[in-house]
């Protein structure tokens, strides 16, 4: 195959893959980096690069998981509230090797959107790494996400645009 043949075999295989589908595996460090790097070479107006990634593995990731229950538990009306699903919360980000959050800081050179723009482009890349290493990933953007500020220390002028899940893939028959 050639590059262009390559890439597009990269882009129609590129999807969402959930942590219940992921393995025990570890992903290989090499490869978390290269999928993090990755990031940066997104197109970005100015060269903000507004994107902000923090890898949250082992021990960080489990305090990740019970702050996200904790948020639910706190900002959910107790006749909404659902036992299964505060658990779940911290189930599903222990199933996953590596979560990263991803936000955006906003540098007021540019409109707030072209800044969001190019950190999904920025995830996209990331998106095609781990389709290209076999690592199973998907962007989530719980309601909670808008609360994560203080845990992740963020900046008045940063926002918390979601959750991106990473854990090597079973594998498909």
Same mark, same amino acid.
């Given at each position: ?6 890439? &597009?075999?990269?882009?129609?295989? *590129? &999807?969402?893959?959930?942590? !219940? ?17 990755? %990031? ?8 903000? /690069?507004? $994107? *902000?990634? =923090? ?5 960080? /990731? ?6 996200? %229950? ?9 006749? +909404?509230?659902?036992?299964? /699903? ?8 222990? &199933? ?6 991803? #936000?955006?800081?906003?540098? @007021?050179?540019?409109?707030? $959107?072209?800044?969001?723009? %190019?950190?999904?482009?920025? +995830? ?7 389709? %290209? ?6 962007? #989530?953007?719980? @309601?909670?996400? &808008?609360?994560?500020? =203080?845990?992740? @220390?963020?900046?008045?002028?940063? /926002? ?9 893939? !079973?594998?498909?028959?």
């Amino acid at each position: 195959m050639n590059q262009a043949e390559i890439l &597009k075999h990269i882009i129609q295989s *590129r &999807k969402s893959t959930f942590p !219940k589908d992921y393995t025990s595996d570890e992903i290989p460090q090499p490869v978390l980096e290269e999928i993090t790097s990755s %990031a940066h070479f997104a197109p970005n107006h100015k060269k903000t /690069k507004p $994107w *902000r990634l =923090r890898v949250f593995k082992g021990l960080e /990731k489990t305090e990740l998981g019970e702050q996200l %229950a904790q948020i639910y538990k706190e900002t959910t009306p107790p006749e +909404v509230f659902l036992e299964k /699903k505060y658990f779940d919360i911290a189930a599903k980000i222990s &199933k996953a090797n590596a979560v990263i959050t991803i #936000s955006v800081n906003f540098s @007021g050179l540019l409109p707030e $959107w072209e800044e969001v723009a %190019a950190t999904a482009m920025a +995830v996209q890349n990331m998106y095609l790494t781990c389709t %290209a290493n076999n690592v199973g990933c998907y962007w #989530s953007t719980p @309601g909670m996400m &808008k609360h994560l500020d =203080r845990f992740l @220390g963020l900046e008045e002028n940063q /926002k918390c645009y979601g959750l991106f899940y990473l854990g090597m893939k !079973k594998n498909e028959d």
